[in-house]
């Protein structure tokens, strides 16, 4: 038998095929494009487009903020997306098998979740009266590891 063959077969019984892959990273795309289209939606609620050409905003440390703002909005709101399909994997996973490793990592997101939704910076001043300028944002690049290791983990989920 050809090294092809057995490769093949080891893809069968294993559960996989060829180009199932491309399947899990195509919903980790979907997910990480529906979050920042909702993270951009979200931050043009709050701040409409027409402020964002009011010269006040366009120069100085109120403009940082208002960029800073909008960065961290969608880089929150792709990294909830990502928990969010995390967990729908998860549970499914659970109901399936009933196994306590699934229902310890349903319980894992379920915590990933709200500090991700209580650090949101739109839900922050509902549950705290701290200035928001002076709450200590996480970095974006800290966001974006973040996000970059939710997408590897939903990848690695599907396949």
Same mark, same amino acid.
């Given at each position: 038998?050809?090294? !092809? ?12 095929? %060829? ?5 899990? &990273? ?15 939606? /979200? @931050? ?8 964002? @050409?009011?010269?006040i905003l366009r120069e100085g440390r109120l403009a ?9 909005? #969608?880089?929150?709101?792709?990294? &909830? ?11 499914? /996973? ?6 306590? @490793? ?17 650090t949101y910076p739109l839900i922050h001043p509902l #549950? !705290? ?12 690049? %800290? !966001? &974006? ?5 939710? %997408? ?7 396949e």
């Amino acid at each position: 038998m050809s090294n !092809d063959q057995d490769q093949n077969k080891g893809q069968e019984r294993n559960g996989t095929k %060829a180009g199932h892959g491309h399947a899990g &990273i195509l919903i980790v795309l979907v997910v990480v494009l529906v979050g920042a289209v909702v993270g951009i939606l /979200t @931050f043009l609620l709050i701040i409409p487009p027409s402020f964002l @050409f009011l010269p006040i905003l366009r120069e100085g440390r109120l403009a940082a903020l208002v960029t800073f703002l909008a960065v961290h909005i #969608i880089l929150s709101t792709i990294s &909830i997306s990502l928990v969010i399909a995390l967990l729908v994997v998860y549970v499914k /996973t659970y109901r399936q098998t009933k196994a306590n @490793f699934a229902l310890g990592l349903v319980i894992v997101l379920l915590s990933l979740l709200l500090q991700n939704l209580l650090t949101y910076p739109l839900i922050h001043p509902l #549950i !705290d009266s701290t200035p928001l300028e002076s709450t200590g944002f996480t970095s974006p690049v %800290a !966001d &974006i590891f973040q996000i970059v290791a939710y %997408a590897v983990f939903l990848y690695l989920s599907l396949e």
